[in-house]
């Protein structure tokens, strides 16, 4: 059984119930199981942020779950501000950052090292756990001017971005969670030939029943071992129900344009019932401008403004958009 709420009559009709589509994170709810998450597809917009800077596919495919994360997280804020996700770490890709501005927009960047990524895919050594080498993941909620930011951070030593998220939810927030991520570039059909595209996809599941000593996660345990394997009574078995069904899931369905979100739900909730809610969409939208940037020069001393020009101009580029701002020296000559 699949339950839709807040579906707009634009969009297109899948069987007898509307779907979000690609570039939507859709929520939903299974109530027998006391479980609540949310799940994407990102296709287009993605393949515009990953294409635009040209990163090798190994950073690609980080940016790509980093971008995943960052919405599955971003979408749930109830208020204006920002969600901010970023790796700070030793490795050939010491930094992923991305951050999702309420409602929509996303944007993201990754740093690297050329020389030591080139060695590393020579020596065929490309796990998450290798490029990113140890360090820390943050995640941090800004709601804006006048308030405190709060800061998350777990750390990163060969993990890999879906264990870290896991660990973080375990530690910061104490509800038991579970998430899948995957990536892939398809081949996709077009004007003047086939091109590759990607695209990545996601589903982050939390147990949240009435009764707060059902819900609480116990403290982090000592040893080895799967943390998902003690992150609940093992007696609770609606946790542990989600977990199994959460472990079926093919990482091609998170990604499978023709699955969807509300099929893959159907797939996994059936037996129970699933409420599905309309789509959140997300948009590849940076929050640099030219205002932006002048405010900043403007608060250089002249020896900063002659240093920063190069060829009579000054020359910024925006990191997570590429694009670039020039400016004349001139324009801030009054103001030093």
């Known amino acids: 059984m699949l339950e839709t709420h807040q579906v707009t009559e634009h969009h297109p009709k899948l069987g007898e119930f509307g779907y979000a589509g690609d570039d939507h994170v859709v929520p939903f709810e299974v109530g027998p199981l006391d479980v609540r998450g949310r799940t994407v597809q990102l296709g287009p917009m993605l393949d515009a942020i990953l294409s635009r800077h040209d990163y ?70 490309t796990s998450q756990q290798t490029l990113l080498g140890s360090g820390v993941l943050a995640l941090t909620i800004d709601q804006g001017a006048h308030t405190q930011r709060y800061q998350g951070i777990v750390q ?48 982050l599941a939390q147990f949240l029943p009435q009764s707060p000593e059902r819900m609480r996660v116990p403290d982090l345990p000592g040893g080895d071992g799967d943390p998902r394997d003690e992150i609940h009574d093992p007696a609770d078995n609606s946790w542990q129900e989600l977990l199994a069904l959460l472990g079926t899931i093919e990482p091609t369905e998170l990604i499978d344009p023709t699955i969807g979100a509300e099929r893959l739900l159907y797939r996994l909730f059936h037996e129970h019932g699933v409420r599905v809610f309309g789509g959140v969409p997300v948009a590849d939208q940076c929050s640099c401008s030219r205002d932006k940037i002048r405010g900043i020069l403007e608060g250089f001393s002249a020896q900063e403004i002659k240093d920063s020009t190069e060829d009579g101009g000054i020359h910024v580029a925006c990191e997570f958009c590429s694009k670039q701002y020039d400016f004349d020296p001139a324009e801030f000559a009054a103001a030093q």
Do not use: H, N
């Not at 375990?170 to 003047?192: F, N, W, Y």
């Open 156 to 203: 990163l030593d060969g993990e890999t971005l879906e264990d870290a998220a896991r660990t973080y939810f375990r530690q910061s927030e104490q509800i038991p969670t579970d998430l899948r991520l995957s990536v892939a570039k398809l081949l996709t059909p077009g004007i003047g030939g086939a091109r590759e595209q990607w695209r990545a996809g996601g589903i």
């Open 56 to 125: 090798p596919e190994p950073v690609a495919r980080l940016l790509a779950e980093t971008c995943v994360l960052t919405v599955l997280l971003g979408t749930s804020l109830k208020f204006e501000g920002k969600f901010i996700l970023q790796t700070r770490t030793d490795g050939p890709v010491d930094m992923l950052v991305a951050d999702f501005s309420t409602p929509t927009a996303l944007r993201a960047y990754a740093r690297f090292d050329a020389d030591r990524l080139e060695a590393l895919v020579a020596a065929g050594e």
